[in-house]
């Protein structure tokens, strides 16, 4: 099973429009990335976040992480047509695996 | 550009082939790790590497074995193949021993087609 899940499954928005996507884990972790995949392409590291850091910014992005919860949420501002991608977290589950979630296919409508 | 290299970007064989999927990390990365994507099972991970060892294994089916060379490069080897085999395999590299301690850069995959 993965260990983390992303939500929605799937999101469609207008440009300009924020876009927020969380992911959910089952065990503790030390850290928790996001990665962005462009259609049939290598996943490009976005933002990693360690479990003693509730939120970090990286340009137009957000990401905060809740211990307590076991979740992360990615919120991406003023979103742009290049943002539509797979947006995916990734976090160790078990013996040092990272494993990643299923993803969140994301349309930014022009 | 991840600086990750995959070779070949598409391969094409039939049921019951080998075949071997080649990756060199990116400069002055020490660990490799090779992750199966396919529609219905999205991103698994395979096998990781680090600095020629095996550090961490995942749902690797046995046909399927990886190694590790002094050079760095990985190599994949798929055996016996079967038409769910087909799916995209990415290799990355990172810095750390463990995944989760620096960020995994990724090659572009090679798409393996089974028929």
């Known amino acids: 099973s993965q260990q983390g899940e992303e939500d929605p499954q799937a999101l469609s928005i207008q440009e300009g429009e924020n876009a927020t996507m969380n992911c959910s884990y089952k065990t503790s972790i030390n850290n928790l990335q996001w990665y962005r995949q462009n259609s049939g392409r290598g996943l490009v590291h976005l933002i990693l976040?360690?479990?003693?850091?509730r939120e970090k910014h990286s340009g137009r992005l957000r990401v905060t992480l809740d211990t307590s919860k076991k979740s992360s949420s990615l919120l991406i501002t003023a979103s742009r047509a290049a943002d539509t991608a797979s947006y995916f977290c990734?976090?160790?589950?078990?013996?040092?695996?990272?494993?990643f979630g299923q993803g969140t296919r994301l349309t930014i409508n022009p | 550009d991840s600086g990750v290299t995959q070779t070949p970007k598409h391969l094409i064989t039939a049921t019951g082939q080998r075949v071997t999927l080649r990756c060199s990390p990116r400069?002055?990365?020490?660990?490799v790790y090779w992750y199966q994507q396919s529609l219905d099972q999205g991103l698994q991970f395979l096998i990781q590497?680090?600095?020629?060892?095996?550090?961490a294994k995942g749902n690797i089916l046995e046909r399927f074995s990886a190694q590790q060379f002094p050079d760095l490069h990985s190599e994949l080897n798929l055996s016996s193949l079967e038409l769910g085999d087909s799916a995209l395999y990415f290799c990355?590299?990172?810095?750390?021993?463990?995944?989760?301690?620096?960020?995994?850069?990724f090659g572009n995959g090679t798409r393996l087609t089974v028929t």
């Open positions: 990355a590299s990172s810095v750390a021993s463990t995944g989760g301690n620096s960020p995994l850069h």
């Open positions: 976040i360690r479990s003693n850091e």
């Open positions: 990734a976090t160790i589950q078990g013996a040092q695996k990272l494993v």
């Open positions: 590497y680090y600095n020629g060892e095996e550090r």
């Open positions: 400069s002055g990365d020490l660990s």
